[in-house]
């Protein structure tokens, strides 16, 4: 560089007009360009887009294949869930039978709505030969083998605690959640 162009005020002045000459370039150029008439043509080009879209012509076939799909995943969506979480038998399904309350149980288990499992069929059966006992007595006070000639006395609320010890033994001693 040449001395004189070392000099700050020729550099300061210099500086000064280059740049105002840039800035009344750029100035003239922008209102050069006719804004109003590029912003109508992109307004146009948006609304003439979205107008095109919405007049886009559907067949109807297109329509229900789409909502065949949907079903169809849908469908398939369940069944692998479902399955995931119902297909694994719960452990507890094997203890079907106990000793409590000076009898001999038997029950079965119910599959409710919800995937869950209830206790049904609850009996009590003989100690000796495993025949469902049968209620009797007077006053339905008595449970008798008809095999074994045996009976019983009997009471109906054991029926329930047995059941209750028999949840109970489920909660302790098999897995949590079934
Ligand atoms: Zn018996």
Redesign the pocket.
Same mark, same amino acid.
């Given at each position: 560089m040449k001395k004189w162009a070392k000099n700050p005020w020729v550099l300061g002045i210099g500086t000064t007009v280059i740049g105002g000459v840039l800035l009344s370039l750029l100035l003239d150029w922008i209102q050069g360009i006719d804004w109003l008439s590029t912003f109508k043509n992109v307004m146009r080009f948006i609304f003439n887009g979205v107008v095109s879209f919405l007049n886009f012509e559907i067949k109807v076939w297109w329509l229900l294949i789409a909502i065949a799909i949907i079903v169809v995943g849908l469908f398939v969506v369940a069944k692998i869930s479902g399955s995931q979480s119902n297909n694994i038998p719960p452990t507890f399904l094997q203890y079907t039978k106990d000793y409590m309350l000076g009898y001999s149980w038997e029950w079965t288990y119910s599959k409710m709505y919800d995937g869950k499992y209830t206790i049904s069929n609850l009996h009590p059966v *003989?100690t000796? *030969?495993?025949?469902r006992l049968k209620q009797g007595g007077l006053y339905g006070t008595e449970m008798e083998?008809l095999? *074994?000639n045996?009976t019983q006395n009997w009471e109906d609320s054991v029926e329930y605690d047995a059941q209750l010890l028999i949840e109970d033994n489920i909660r302790k001693n098999y897995s949590q959640n079934q």
């Open positions: *003989c000796k *030969c495993g025949m083998c095999r *074994c045996t």
